[in-house]
């Protein structure tokens, strides 16, 4: 006896996403709701009782009514507007808390020193750490990012990036923990990471003009010309003068260019100049 084919529904039969469901998954939301988790982003900020905090993204305002009762002021950037109603009625016991239906990365950034929290939407990871650094008055930013992201800036592969070497001058990048997966809903395929930037008080180096030499440096070096650094940086420095400095660094001549830690280059720059 001839089988009946199972029926399976074409696309134009499929289920339809609720607008809430689409607007999940455009703007990359998965909600921190782990009460652990939410203690060690609290820990790894370590809010000025007196300071004002910038939180990215608060989604349904789990990791706000965390970070409200320790800070003077905070202002909540949520671009999504299903979650404006309900994040405002649950933050209601907080006056000193604003919320503003707006996205963070077109607001400008406060004029005095604020610091910056954030369970960052990890299609916009890169975007948000930017808009960070450019920030002139921003003391710190606690983000909690894909692991593989918080990782990868903070040498937690035996790597560093261009970025972090680039920005090491003014701003620590710090790893501060592991999320798990299981802590966030929905659940997302990977963990996070804590990742922590602060601008240091005063720049390691003081100079503009030294920075952008040292900047000019490092663009140098991660060109990938030659193979090594110091084939890289030998294109502008004498073989001798490298040799002293990468030694002064502890830094063989074939070292990768992304295995010389931040303070290696610091080194290299110091001797150079």
């Not at 309900?86 to 239906?101: I, K, M, N, Q, S």
């Not at 996070?192 to 180096?205: E, M, S, Y």
Request: aromatic letters at 8%; one cysteine or more.
């Amino acid at each position: 006896m001839a089988r009946t084919p199972k029926h399976h529904p074409s696309p134009a039969h499929a289920p339809r996403r609720s607008e809430r469901d689409q607007a999940r998954r455009t703007l990359s939301q998965n909600f921190l709701t782990d009460r652990a988790a939410l203690r060690g982003v609290l820990r790894a900020a370590d809010p000025d009782p007196a300071g004002l905090l910038v939180e990215v993204g608060p989604g349904k305002g789990a990791l706000t009514e965390v970070l409200a009762p320790r800070c003077r002021a905070l202002i909540a950037y949520e671009i999504d507007r299903h979650l404006i109603g309900g994040l405002r009625d649950r933050l209601g016991a907080y006056p000193h808390v604003r919320v503003v239906h707006q996205d963070f990365l077109t607001a400008r950034p406060p004029h005095g020193p604020f610091a910056v929290v954030a369970n960052v939407p990890y299609a916009r990871t890169a975007e948000i750490v930017r808009w960070c650094l450019r920030a002139p008055r921003l003391t710190s930013a606690t983000l909690l990012t894909q692991w593989e992201y918080a990782a990868k800036r903070t040498g937690g592969f035996g790597r560093w990036s261009l970025l972090t070497v680039l920005t090491w001058p003014e701003v620590e990048w710090r790893l501060c923990g592991r999320v798990p997966r299981t802590a966030f809903r929905p659940v997302p395929r990977v963990d996070g990471g804590v990742l922590r930037l602060d601008r240091r008080p005063a720049p390691l180096l003081a100079d503009a003009a030294e920075r952008a030499a040292y900047g000019r440096m490092v663009e140098l070096g991660f060109s990938g010309v030659g193979g090594s650094l110091f084939a890289s940086l030998r294109r502008d420095w004498p073989q001798r003068r490298l040799a002293a400095a990468f030694g002064r660094a502890g830094l063989r001549r074939d070292t990768v260019v992304a295995h010389a830690t931040p303070d290696q280059w610091l080194t290299v720059f110091r001797t150079l100049a």
